[in-house]
């Protein structure tokens, strides 16, 4: 579960230019990515409605989470690692992946999922949480493939993106299809370019 973006007014910079761009690069790529809607100025805004879909994130997804992000649960919660992670023989299963750990699940669901449907945990929540969502992908548009560029060419793209300037690879907001929650005021573009950020820092950065 996301809570909305908080909205910045950066006056004078308009991402127009741009948009032919975002829409082109998605033309390349949206049927690898079926599930996935583009976010664009003038999209539906996100905001969470869990009662609408019974918390469908919190019950089909497992989630996985790095060391920082288990420290910060820690952290926020005062939880021991073998109290919110799923054990095997009572230590934290590892997997092979840049994020290791998994949240522990229960009932068929993430344990942290509260009876009224909100997450009990919202503080400490891993970066998965706080992403869904919303999801960055970067397209090649000279090539028309998706690409996973350095960082430092990660984050200049997306400079001049919301600078209103895009350079190659563009990056692209993309929004679940399955979340229901999908029906706040159309996104001013102010709030659009916020929105990418913060989703981009989450993904990328680790922030
Ligand atoms: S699926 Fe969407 S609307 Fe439902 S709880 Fe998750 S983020 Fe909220
Ligand atoms: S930590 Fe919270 S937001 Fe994340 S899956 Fe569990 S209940 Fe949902």
């Known amino acids: 579960m996301r809570r909305i973006v908080s909205t910045h007014y950066h006056p004078g910079v308009t991402v127009d230019a741009a948009l032919d761009r975002i829409v082109a690069a998605w ?7 079926g599930a996935y809607s583009l976010v664009l100025p003038g999209t539906p805004s996100f905001i ?15 989630v996985n ?11 926020e ?5 073998v109290q919110f992670l799923e054990l095997e023989d009572g230590d934290p299963i590892t997997l ?27 503080t400490g929540r891993p970066n998965a949480c ?10 090649d548009d000279a090539t028309g493939k998706v690409t996973t560029p350095s960082p430092g060419d990660a984050r200049r793209a ?30 001013a573009g102010a709030s659009w370019r916020t929105l990418l950020e913060v989703t981009y820092q989450l993904q990328y950065e680790g922030l």
């Open 158 to 187: 997306l400079n001049a993106l919301l600078a209103g300037q895009p350079l190659s690879p563009v990056p692209l907001l993309l929004g679940h299809a399955e979340c229901p929650g999908f029906t706040g005021n159309p996104l």
């Open 130 to 139: 706080r992403l869904y969502p919303h999801f960055v992908v970067f397209v």
């Open 65 to 75: 989470l790095g060391e920082a992000e288990a420290a910060r649960m820690t952290r």
């Open 77 to 81: 919660t005062g939880m021991a690692l």
């Open 27 to 33: 033309d390349h790529v949206r049927e690898r990515f």
């Open 48 to 62: 969470c409605q869990p009662n609408l879909c019974t918390a469908h994130c919190c019950n089909a997804f497992s």
């Open 96 to 122: 092979p992946l840049a994020q290791p750990f998994l949240l522990a699940r229960e009932g068929g669901h993430c344990r942290f999922l509260g009876p009224e449907l909100g997450c009990t945990v919202y």
